[in-house]
């Protein structure tokens, strides 16, 4: 890292020492979506850390990006991953929106003003997200959207959300991208899911009746939707990479902390080499996941073509180390891991979600495989 980069990564982590991490077991527990202080961290430039400045943005690239987010998961996995996502779409818009849409949308998103949610996976379209069938039909100087969008971080709390529709024919070269709002007549909400994990943030299908947007919504040009919101998950897949690797580095520091404390059979148990071996190889793997991580970063920022499989790669790797790393700390605080007031367990149940949301880990080998086969 640079002396900037360990600027932002400590910054990153002070946050979420102050901010999230005193709060998160009460914030899993009642469901809370704490906003005030997402827009506390917007004041440290959180909310548009991809975003150009001139629409006041960090800037930063994505070698940047995966320490600001495995900094903050150090302090809630859920809230770090919600800004994972926010940031994508805040991204997107800067990437492919007009001069138009981003004077008039990215100053909100990077104050957290205005929330951003990402809209692909449909009820019987998720992993196969090119068959979805919300449908997006020209009528005049605009469109009219219907359809049914499912599993929404941030639905009915955020104001911008990035939906992709048909446009065309069958299959991804027939999906546009649409910028739809809150407020916009026609859009509604299902109720926020009862999940394992995630808790602090809601979790909501995106209803469209009918929506009426005007041309101007379409981001990018038509066809072009499935091509948009693909580069959006490379970056967001090592966001979650990212976050994957703070939960558990904070639950491997938790673990090593708590069997430094604890004594059984008259010694330390930090004392045991089977246990110190356990730590030894969390740590490993842990560290490995984090260089991936970086080399896919680093991959995307120089435009290097093999970085959508590097992304795969690092994703699916991290997320799986990353569940395993937590849940091997919860194993070695025994029964009080498993206590809620410890703040273990809800690491582990919201690191769970990270190999499955933003392509399963079975669709990132798929991508992989592609990559050395050549296969369609």
């Given amino acids: 890292m640079t002396e900037d980069q360990r600027a932002i990564a400590e910054t990153c982590r002070g946050f979420a020492r102050e901010h999230l991490a005193p709060n998160a077991v009460e914030w899993d527990q009642n469901k809370h979506f704490p906003v005030d202080v997402l827009r506390k961290g917007a004041g440290l430039g959180l909310g548009g850390v991809y975003v150009r400045e001139d629409q006041g943005g ?4 994505r070698q940047d990006g995966v320490l600001v987010f495995e900094g903050l998961a150090t302090g809630c996995p859920s809230i770090a991953g919600y800004l ?5 779409v805040a991204w997107m818009i800067d990437r492919y929106g007009s001069d138009d849409q981003r004077a008039r949308l990215l100053p909100g998103l990077c104050s957290m003003e205005s929330l951003a949610s990402y809209c692909l996976t449909e009820p019987g379209a998720g992993s196969d997200a090119a068959a979805l069938t919300t449908r997006a039909v020209r ?4 469109y009219v959207l219907d359809g049914v969008k499912q599993f929404i971080s941030g639905a009915g709390a955020a104001q911008v959300y990035v939906v992709m529709a048909r446009t065309g024919g069958p299959g991804a070269s027939g999906i546009s991208a649409f910028v739809v709002e809150r407020d916009d007549p026609g859009v509604s909400f299902g109720p926020n899911e009862k999940k394992m994990g995630w808790n602090a943030q809601p979790t909501r299908q995106v209803l469209l009746d009918g929506v009426r947007l005007p041309a101007d919504r379409l981001l990018g ?7 948009i919101a693909m580069t959006g998950l490379n970056g967001g897949r090592i ?15 938790r673990a090593t902390g708590y069997l430094a404390d604890r004594e059984a059979f008259g010694a330390r148990l930090l004392h045991a080499q089977a246990l110190q071996f356990r730590l030894a190889d969390m740590a490993t793997e842990l560290e490995a996941a984090r260089s991936l991580v970086w080399r896919a970063a680093a991959a995307l920022d120089q435009g290097d073509p093999r970085a959508p499989e590097l992304c795969a790669m690092a994703k699916r790797y991290a997320t799986d180390t990353g569940f395993e790393v937590a849940n091997a ?3 070695l605080h025994g029964g009080y891991g498993y206590l809620a007031e410890s703040g273990i367990e809800k690491i582990v149940r919201d690191l769970r979600v990270h190999q499955i949301l933003e392509g399963t880990n079975e669709i990132m080998r798929v991508i992989v495989a592609r990559g050395l086969t050549g296969a369609a």
């Fill in 239 to 253: 966001g979650i990479a990212a976050c994957s690797i703070g939960g558990a580095q904070d639950a491997l520091e």
């Fill in 329 to 331: 700390a919860l194993q």
């Fill in 84 to 88: 994972s996502i926010h940031n994508m």
């Fill in 58 to 61: 960090s800037a930063l690239g």
């Fill in 221 to 227: 040009a038509e066809g072009e939707g499935f091509r």
């Fill in 139 to 142: 009528d005049g100087d605009g």
